[in-house]
């Protein structure tokens, strides 16, 4: 383990260096395939959950940064998760999930043992509790919560809570942007994908397009909102809101190739501290979407967070599709020139 | 800790990186459970069972750290033979005044020493407040803060130790017989903690602490918020000091207080005991003059011995050329203090109509203290209200929109206040510094002018008192020369004259005769000719540079980082650091070295500046009839205390005994299983009809409050809600009021998920939405299952994010050391279903009481 693998994470792109890296042979480099000379290199966030406190400093820090607008108080009865989801107004989603796995030794065997607390009127309500099941609970198998490095993990029998805080994954393969009509969606120099709101029409063939449920349209306004990795402060040699606000570092900015390699080092320290279910998701340049420029490290399934399990993109089969149309039209075609040859004939 | 102090916590996570084992004790599960390695949920109230177990555990396993122990604690002091325990009072300590519920602290001092109690002076205590007992004023001067770190004078000098630890009255030996009960088997039966997992804990501890490893405690103010809250912390020290984990890196009790600058309101304090640097507050019927208030102050050993110097120099911060020494430096126009001044008998006088005025800066009681409705009952009584926060709080607006005027408690044409509503500005749009617990002033810029009428509150109080003194200049009353004699000059800048916050930490540092900034404390006269506003702020402008303001970078210095702001006293980041080294000066061990003896340069060095006299060698022993710090030995590395020890035994400064030991809270579902005191006896109670507590457990009517609440913050608000609850972006991430509860609980009584109930106690009932979560876990207290609702305390009436206030619930019942409410454990029920409306409300509280049978007397007893 690195003598301070907490500072390591701070490290900060330099702007100046941002620009003279070469990325061009690198074919999966999207800046480049966008026809960028020269791009700096691709950056992104890798998050980390495991050590995510679940402050939503993240989620604050964002839309003050970007103003994005307050969207509702409601109160959903998912853990602390009052936010809901990724939405036009929501860039930063800090999900909660409460696994059960009972808390300590009393229960629930030793509980069901043992009389009431409340005698006086203990029995009023008993069998009514059939609608009271804390909204997202999986029963899972205990894992050490939160395991460090190569620190001793003390076996936690009980609840676990999981925090992870949810971004746009700026994709390599971005289906919002290929079926962006206007040309408002675009690749950015950063490899990032960012909605121009000057140009965007509100057409809304974003939002089904993308796999993740990350983009949205503004209720009033019409037009399409998503995380712009904070574009301007990139421009400007600063990291994005949400990772400086970040008190435990769990988001980390940077050039995604360290990112990943950050990653796949703590993925490792986990696995040998016993968290045999930590997994990188996203991270794969392989997966369907050709990997994330944003990606997390899971303490569990990617679908306990409401992440699908394997994100495609959904332009991936338009080419084969389009082919089809093709065939289908030739076919067409040539059957009415041979019907009209025929009459002739 | 994730919960109120998620900054801080990243050094939390950042030393689990490093392999540290992080345990959390908490009745929830929490964010912190959910990053710690072990949770241990315990019952709220029981903290002095879980803690005394583990002090039982260190002593009877012998893993204290006996070096340490023996060389700087009064584990060694032999106690005069007229102490009694608790185990022979069954659960009183010798001293105690049943009429007066106060001790007398003579019997607990020092065998051979003198008996000299100067911090610890009272003459009235606590007792029960109200209705039948208006006059028993409690009178006690800054006796809990002072003591802190001022170390009441136990009589050190002349002491007798036994340094084998083997004498019968010696503090170890007593410590041993007082906690033996504290047992493995205790804490499951009245924490509801199992053997097993309290083992597991005290083994980490353990294994953590001695020579090459130290352990560190952090709490956040919850507590404290006990009847017997200063009990909670004093148990945390006894065992850091058995373990060694004082004055080291690593180590210590780590207090996370409510504010940014909690710490420096009491170092600067708004306290009304103390004075800056914990000189305490002189009283009207005790201090005559100067000289007989430094002579009953002032402690003969260590630096309290120049207090008079701290004091001097303070009135000449103050009143400049009128402090002369034919005045006393203008001594008598310090206020005095009559009795116990502090915020709830302030509520109550305001009630009984002897209080008339009130400011309330930057605090919302309405939704934020304990008992919230005598809160309101005491303002509507006021002559006049001040009210300076950045909206319209509760406390500015009970009177229009409060809870009683929908009840028909009140009427707003009958209440008289004139309610006064300032508009404040914002850390960012003000200088100034903040003090962190680590007692490190960090000074932040103005980024913005305030908008609109909103000023400071250096702004507003500067420009009061120049309208206050403009107004009495011409006067020739004596009563106004404090006033008009005081030096109030400080420059003004920008658009609104915003007083130079700078100028302020200058004349708080202090200058010399030559008007030079001084450098510390030790440079401060007795005679007028230094001034300094506060004694232990002393070099925070050293050289004329305002150190606070320091930012170099971690990166760019060791790991002490000294350069970052500037830590009180003389930028020292660990307090006692003497003890990180042993007896010979030398560290205890490579890997924890702090501070040491350069025998060739013949003064001590080390990483951090040295909290010791820099030139006294380890083996130095002061001669007979030597004071101030040359009375201290080379081996006395608590240089406030006057005999220079840790105390694991408090010979005097305490008001409820010289060793923590286990009441039950004041309103408990739990019989208390350690002594035949119920309650801590010496606690502070207020008698009032809006003020009722429960019964007993095992009287009739104590089943009426079957379960135990316990309140808190979030993350995504702050304490009372002014700085929150009115900003959208945290007001939708917590919207409004919940409480939570167990499953089982849920399931025993109704309760739906995202529904609604109602909690009540004898005092009040509120209603919140249910979230009903395995993260509250009931627990097997007394053979039986204990339910605990969880209320965070931050929503009232008023603001975007609204709810019901916790504190309406909770009884004025108070610590009697530093008169904390005891909000933090309580009984109460809960049904489902929305709580009554209007008059109904008080009806339904009310039928509560009926049905327990409460009545005036219920839970007064001793």
């Keep these: 383990m690195p003598a301070d693998p907490m500072r390591q994470n701070s490290t900060r792109v330099d702007p100046v260096s941002m620009g003279r890296v070469r990325q061009n042979e690198n074919p999966m480099d999207p800046a480049a395939a966008s026809g960028y000379l020269d791009p700096p290199a691709r950056v992104g966030f890798f998050t980390d959950t495991s050590i995510c406190i679940g402050c939503k400093a993240c989620e604050v820090a964002c839309k003050e940064w970007n103003g994005v607008p307050e969207d509702g108080l409601q109160l959903t009865g998912m853990s602390y998760d009052n936010t809901g989801g990724l939405s036009a107004d929501t860039w930063r989603h800090v999900a909660f999930i409460e696994q059960r796995v009972p808390i300590g030794a009393n229960r629930p065997e030793a509980l069901a043992a043992a009389p009431a607390g409340g005698t006086a009127a203990a029995g009023a309500g008993r069998g009514a ?3 009271q099941q804390p909204a997202p609970v999986q029963g899972r198998q205990a894992v050490p919560a939160g395991a460090q490095g190569a620190a001793p993990v003390v076996a936690q029998p009980g609840l676990r809570w999981l925090m992870a805080s949810d971004v746009c994954k700026h994709c390599t393969r971005a289906a919002c942007l290929d079926v962006c009509p206007t040309g408002a969606l675009f690749r950015t120099e950063f490899g990032t994908v960012v909605v121009q709101q000057d140009v965007c029409n509100g057409c809304g063939y974003c939002i089904p397009a993308c796999p993740f449920g990350v983009i949205g349209q503004r209720s009033g306004d019409g037009r399409a909102w998503k995380c712009t990795l904070c574009y301007d402060r990139l421009t400007v ?3 994005p809101a949400c990772a400086k606000a970040c008190p435990t570092q769990s988001i980390q900015f940077g050039v995604l190739d360290e990112l990943r390699e950050r990653a796949d080092r703590r993925l490792a ?13 996203g991270r794969d340049p392989a997966d369907g979407v050709g990997g994330g420029g944003a990606f997390v490290l899971l303490l569990d399934e990617p679908e306990v967070y409401g992440l699908p399990p394997d994100p495609v993109v959904t332009t991936s089969d338009l080419a084969a599709m389009w082919r089809r149309v093709a065939l289908a039209a030739t076919a067409l075609a040539a059957g009415g020139v041979v019907a009209f040859a025929g009459r002739r004939r | 800790m994730a919960e109120c102090h998620p900054v801080g916590f990243q050094w939390v996570m950042e030393a689990k990186a490093r392999g540290a084992t992080v345990i959390h004790v908490d009745p929830r599960y929490t964010r912190t459970s959910a990053m710690a390695d072990v949770h241990v949920p315990l019952r709220a109230g029981s903290d002095i069972v879980f803690l005394g177990a583990l002090v039982n555990y260190v002593i009877e396993n012998d893993k204290m750290f006996r070096d340490y122990v023996v060389a700087y604690t009064n584990g060694p002091t032999i106690i005069t033979d007229e102490f009694v325990d608790t185990e022979d009072l069954d659960g009183i300590f010798s001293g105690f005044d049943e009429e007066s519920r106060q001790y007398d602290d003579r019997t607990w001092r020092y065998e051979g020493a003198e008996v000299h109690v100067a911090a610890a002076v009272r003459d009235q205590g606590p007792g029960v407040r109200g209705d039948t007992d208006r006059t028993g004023h409690a009178d006690r001067p800054g006796q809990g803060e002072a003591s802190g770190p001022g170390g009441a004078d136990g009589g050190a000098r002349g002491a007798q130790r036994d340094e084998t630890m083997q004498h019968p009255r010696c503090v170890l030996q007593i410590l041993r017989r007082h906690f033996s009960r504290y047992t493995a088997e205790m804490v499951e039966d009245v924490c509801g903690v199992p053997q097993e997992l309290f083992r597991r804990v005290a083994e980490a501890v353990t294994a953590n602490s001695g020579r090459e490893r130290t352990t560190a405690f952090c709490y956040a103010v919850g507590w404290t918020q006990h009847t017997v809250g200063v009990q909670y912390i004093r148990t945390a020290a006894i065992l850091q000091l058995l373990l060694g984990n004082i004055g080291r890196p690593g180590g210590g009790i780590l207090a996370l207080r409510g504010h940014a600058s909690i710490q420096g309101s009491t170092d600067i304090p708004t306290l009304y005991n103390l004075l800056p640097g914990y000189i305490p507050m002189p009283n009207a019927h005790r201090h005559h003059d100067l000289d007989s208030f430094v002579e009953a102050e002032r402690i003969g050993t260590g630096y309290w011995a120049n207090m008079r110097s701290y004091l001097v120099s303070l009135l000449t911060a103050w009143w400049g050329p009128a402090a002369t020494a034919d005045n006393d430096f203008c001594f008598d126009y310090l206020p005095r203090v009559t009795g116990d001044h502090s915020t709830y008998p302030t509520v109550e006088a305001q009630i009984d109509g002897r209080c008339k ?23 509507a009584n006021l002559d006049w209200l001040v009210v300076r926060d950045f909206s319209l709080i509760e406390s500015a607006t009970w009177w229009k929109d409060g809870p009683e005027i929908e009840t028909g408690e009140m009427r707003t044409e009958d209440i008289g206040t004139e309610v006064f509503f300032f508009p404040a500005a914002a850390h960012t749009e003000k200088n100034g510094s903040f003090t962190n617990t680590q007692r490190m002033l960090q000074w932040h810029a103005q980024a913005v002018e305030p908008g609109g009428d909103a000023r400071s509150d250096l702004w507003f109080t500067y420009h009061l008192g120049r309208r206050i003194r403009d107004a009495l200049a011409a006067s020739t009353d004596e009563m106004d020369r404090p006033i008009v004699d005081l030096q109030w000059d400080y420059p003004v800048e920008g658009p609104v004259d915003e007083p130079s916050a700078e100028a302020v930490l200058a004349e708080i540092n202090g200058s010399d005769s030559d008007g030079r900034p001084i450098a510390g404390y030790g440079q401060l006269e007795a005679d007028g000719s230094t001034s300094s506003g506060c004694w232990i702020y002393a070099g925070v402008y050293a050289d004329g540079v305002n150190q606070a303001a320091r930012r170099t970078p971690g990166s760019e210095q060791d790991w002490v980082a000294a350069e970052w702001g500037w830590a009180w006293p003389a930028n020292r980041r660990i307090i006692y650091n003497r003890a990180s080294a042993d007896p010979d000066g030398r560290p205890w061990s490579e890997r924890k070295a702090l501070v040491w003896w350069d025998a060739d340069m013949g003064r001590w060095t080390g990483h951090d500046v040295c909290d010791f006299p820099s030139g006294t060698s380890p083996h130095y022993r002061p001669p007979p009839g030597a004071t101030g710090p040359d009375a201290l030995s080379g081996i006395d590395p608590f240089i406030m205390q006057a005999d220079g020890k840790g105390w694991l035994f408090a010979p005097t400064g305490l008001a409820d005994g010289p060793l923590p030991a286990h009441y039950e809270p004041q309103d408990s579902p739990f019989t208390n299983r350690l002594y035949g005191r119920q309650r801590n006896p010496a606690r502070e109670l207020f008698r ?40 959208p972006y945290l007001a939708e991430l917590q919207p409004e009021f919940f409480v939570e509860v167990s499953p089982e609980l849920a399931a025993e009584r109704g309760l739906r998920h995202l529904g609604w109930a109602t909690v009540v106690t004898a005092r009040n009932a509120i209603e919140g939405r249910v979230l009903v979560t395995e993260r509250m876990a009931p627990l097997r207290v007394q053979g039986r299952v204990v339910h605990q609702i969880g209320l965070p305390y931050h929503w009232g009436p008023n603001g975007y994010s609204r709810g019901d206030a916790a504190n309406e619930l909770a009884a004025l019942v108070l610590d009697p050391n530093v008169h904390i409410q005891e909000v933090k454990a309580l009984s109460a029920d809960i049904v489902p279903g929305r709580r009554p409306r209007g008059p109904a409300l008080p009806a339904f509280v009310a039928s509560y009481r009926e049905r327990a049978g409460i009545v005036f007397t219920t839970g007064t007893e001793r």
């Excluded at chain 1, 320290?269 to 998701?281: F, I, K, Q, T, W």
């Excluded at chain 2, 608000?717 to 929150?724: D, E, I, P, V, Y």
Aim: charged fraction near 15%; charge should be neutral; aromatic fraction near 10%.
């Design chain 1, 237 to 239: 040699g600063m990291e």
């Design chain 2, 357 to 379: 005025g009130y400011f309330i800066f930057g605090e919302n009681p309405s939704v934020g203290s304990a008992n919230a409705k005598m809160q309101r009952l005491g303002m």
């Design chain 2, 688 to 727: 009032s009809r809006h003020n009722r507590y429960h019964p007993s457990p095992g009287q009739l009517g104590s089943e009426v409050f079957p379960y135990v609440v316990t309140t808190y913050r979030l993350t995504e608000h702050h304490t009372a809600g002014g700085m929150s609850r009115w900003l």
């Design chain 1, 269 to 281: 320290d986990l696995h040998r501290a016993g968290v045999s279910d930590a997994c990188l998701y």
């Design chain 1, 129 to 131: 509790g059939e609608a």
